[in-house]
């Protein structure tokens, strides 16, 4: 590995007066690497991360990161990026079996001897509960108290697990019912733009067990949706092998016709 690699973490001044550091991928350019400058926006995130997690070739090596710092618009996709994200949000009927993993292998901690408090989520963990709500009420002002106790009453068993999970866990939080849907929820509060750990900042990124994950890219937030096993990985501190990217870019003109929305202008964009 070349030790200009590691000559990309910086330091910076904060809003109020705090010292930060940061991995600076001008300085990547700067040493030769690739012309990082030329990248899509969602292609530096990612290779931020890459950067970051740079551990000489354990998980991450000097490869990868070249890789991608080389990044071609009209390139084969072949090769694969480790990517390690900053946090992980899930669904209720998803999110419950990855709890359950964590549970039995803190068990098996036990059982061997060893203490169960190691196993613990290395990024923070956001269960937002919606799948199962349902209406059974409608057409008053109590219908919503009553819709929410029928809630707690039908799923009374895995609500007390979900308990126990936010109280046992560091970093594993539940968003509980009728509040709003996931993506609604990750979008208007768990959204961050910029995390912060041991002094040093970098891009808010997530994977999400739900199709609608991506939804989060509205907000400049790298997100992919993934399946439990992935998550679970993500959440123990590993990275998440995606096959390098394709970018797509629009040059839109002109204004919507009257009584288009927004999401009519993206489903057109998907359609093409």
């Known amino acids: 590995m070349s030790h200009n690699l590691f000559n990309t973490r910086q330091k910076f001044t904060t809003g109020n007066g705090a010292q930060g550091d940061f991995y600076s991928l001008p300085q990547l350019e700067k040493e030769g690497v690739g012309t990082v400058s030329r990248l899509p926006i969602s292609i530096r995130i990612v290779l931020e991360s890459v950067l970051r997690n740079f551990d000489d070739g354990k998980t991450i090596g000097e490869d990868d990161v070249r890789a991608l710092t080389n990044w071609g618009a009209n390139d084969e996709r072949t090769a694969e990026v480790p990517f390690v994200i900053a946090r992980v949000i899930l669904q209720d009927f998803t999110g419950v079996p990855l709890l359950v993993d964590l549970a039995a292998m803190r068990s098996a901690a036990q059982k061997l001897g060893e203490d169960p408090g190691i196993l613990e989520p290395l990024v923070p963990v956001d269960l937002v509960i919606d799948h199962s709500v349902q209406v059974d009420y409608a057409g008053s002002e109590e219908a919503y108290d009553r ?3 029928k809630e707690f009453e039908r799923n009374e068993q895995r609500y007390r697990f979900l308990k126990w999970g936010t109280q046992a866990f560091n970093g594993f939080k539940v968003v509980p019912p009728g509040i709003g849907i996931v993506h609604q929820v990750n979008l208007e509060y768990l959204a961050r733009g910029v995390f912060e750990k041991e002094g040093c900042f970098y891009p808010d990124t ?67």
């Open 147 to 149: 819709n929410m106790a």
């Open 206 to 272: 997530l994977v999400g067990t739900d199709s609608h994950t991506t939804m989060i890219n509205g907000l400049g937030i790298v997100g992919w949706g993934v399946g439990g096993i992935e998550a679970e990985a993500g959440m123990l501190g590993q990275p998440i092998y995606i096959l390098t990217p394709d970018v797509v870019g629009f040059h839109m003109t002109g204004s919507l016709p009257k009584g288009t929305t927004a999401t009519d202008l993206v489903l057109r964009v998907v359609e093409m």
